[in-house]
């Protein structure tokens, strides 16, 4: 049972263009929000988060986008740049956890 | 810069071997987990370690066991080698006030024929 799902496998965007990145979840008890990064044959690393007591939350090009009621959650990426090209994985979890569930992950190729 | 190291980066399994994933880190991270990566599918937890000594389940535990004697290591041991345990593992470590960012090693890429 996924409880995070990141229903596009992949996206294709121009540079300098915006990249924006989709993940729904069920679990009603998720509190944070987070995405991670991934590049081929590497660990993934922290992007960005947000707590569910907001809404938005920007750190320079990246925004993530919360829209509890739907239980959506989105990324943008603006501009996009060649080295933006991975794998994105959306995660969450609850208040008194610490174990996260993962989403399938999103690739996303810049195009020059 | 060590981070969370793992060890070996790629291995071939036959069907009924048994392998220890290696797994260390130097932040002096509390918590440690072990993931497992399938082809389109998210990381699923196999097991975690809030301190040494203690360790717990995840979502997908069955045919592996791990152990925690120091803060530093978190081996996972494969016995008795499936086709069901290709995948890639990842060694993950945390701050316990910030559980949330996890520290990956670059992952163990096993194949079980």
């Known amino acids: 049972d996924q409880q995070v799902k990141q229903n596009s496998p992949s996206l294709s965007v121009q540079e300098g263009r915006i990249s924006i990145l989709n993940c729904d979840y069920t679990n009603s008890m998720f509190d944070y929000f987070l995405w991670y990064k991934k590049y081929p044959a590497e660990g993934p690393t922290f992007l960005i988060s947000i707590s569910s007591i907001k809404d938005k939350n920007e750190d320079g090009r990246f925004t993530v986008f919360l829209n509890k009621s739907a239980k959506h959650l989105s990324l943008h990426i603006v501009p996009s740049q060649p080295g933006d090209s991975a794998v994105y994985f959306c995660a969450a979890r609850g208040s008194n956890d610490y174990k996260l569930s993962f989403g399938a992950g999103t690739t996303v190729t810049v195009r020059a | 810069n060590a981070g969370v190291t793992q060890t070996p980066k790629f291995r071939i399994l036959k069907i009924g071997q048994s392998m220890t994933l290696q797994c260390t880190q130097d932040m002096n991270h509390n918590y440690m987990y072990w993931y497992r990566q399938d082809p389109g599918m998210g990381l699923k937890l196999i097991y975690y370690s809030v301190g040494a000594g203690i360790t717990d389940k995840g979502e997908v535990p069955n045919g592996y066991n791990v152990s925690r004697s120091t803060t530093e290591d978190f081996p996972l041991r494969l016995e008795l080698a499936a086709p069901s345990q290709t995948s890639v593992y990842f060694c993950?470590?945390?701050?316990?006030?910030?559980?949330?960012?996890?520290?990956f090693g670059s992952g163990t890429q096993l194949s079980v024929l």
């Open positions: 993950a470590s945390s701050y316990p006030g910030q559980s949330e960012k996890l520290f």
